[in-house]
């Protein structure tokens, strides 16, 4: 089993080691799968031939946050589990559609018999999307392209997600006031989704939704969003990630600025400083998916499908994985968990 993880991580990706590593369980990956670092290519490095008659799969992000190291592993787990697979794990590194794109072109040129993938953008994606299907079995994870044809989506049900985020904002907020949503890609279908459910979970409540703002999945530009929103909007009552890398924005924004306690933050996932700012009482809380269950099925219902066997898949090609809301009161428990399933 071999593992190539493909990470073109931009400069401004320098997030707090200590609690990558408590989230990560990061440690050297002797296990039996190497990782390849990455180069200055935006494309995929060639693969090194397999040991053995192996299976050659990939797993493609839609961009490059600490929230798909977690997946990794999970993708690092299957194939060490199956021992006959190897997975490439390509983080497209400027989040755009055409990136992605070519990863993926570069992925069928070299003969992968399964890709699973966050689209970047499902609508403009789909032809491409379809195309990929021709020559592959694709399946997506995390973010759907539900018009592609796509055999599967693995990853969490996103409106509920967004309802869930919703029902945190009210309790953060029994009075009202105004918010603000920050996202990468509002086009994304997981974007969409989440948003719409905080909508709907919002509706008859007098919490007002002023904006959405994106930031193109630029980390620098996430968190100047939150910290222009505080300007532009004084009388701003909460701020909200949608993305991973959004809550740990958000949060050092509200800190530069003064404002911890006086803006309620709530977000989706544990990217480093997520989980610092829900103990010390400036983060609310953060609805958390499980990336590394949706990195493992995918290998394991990609190796299935190379060998023709379909009965992994479920009858309305949703294989949904629950979330969670995250509190002060449960983090400790949640991040203990989560680093014994991730071997730290």
Known sequence: MTTQFMFRRPATLGAAALTLMLLAGCHNDSNGGGTTGAGSSTAPAATPAASGDHTQLAFVTNNPSDYWTICRKGTEAAAKDLKNVDVQFIMPSDGSAATQTQDVNDLLAKGVKGIAISPVDPTNE??????????????????????????????????????????????????????MLFVGKADAQNAKDRISGIQDALKGTKVQIVAVRTDDTDHTAAKKNAADALVSTPDLAAEVGIWSYNGPAI????????????????????????????????????????????????????????????????????MIIPNEAITKDNLADFLAKQKKKLGG
């Open 126 to 179: 789909t032809p491409f999307l379809n195309t990929v299907a021709s020559k592959t079995n694709l399946i997506t994870s995390d973010s759907d392209a539900a018009k592609s044809n796509r055999l599967c989506y693995i990853g969490t049900d996103n409106h509920a997600a967004g309802v869930m985020a919703g029902g945190l904002i009210n309790k953060a907020l029994p009075q009202g006031g105004k918010i």
């Open 251 to 318: 949060y050092n924004a509200v800190k530069e600025a003064g404002k911890s306690g006086k803006i309620k933050i709530i977000c989706f996932d544990t990217d480093p400083g997520t989980p610092e700012g829900i103990q010390d009482g400036t983060i609310d809380a953060t609805v958390v998916q499980d990336p590394y269950t949706f990195g493992y099925k995918s290998v394991q219902l990609l190796a299935a499908l190379a060998k023709g066997d379909k009965s992994g898949i479920p009858a309305n090609k949703l």
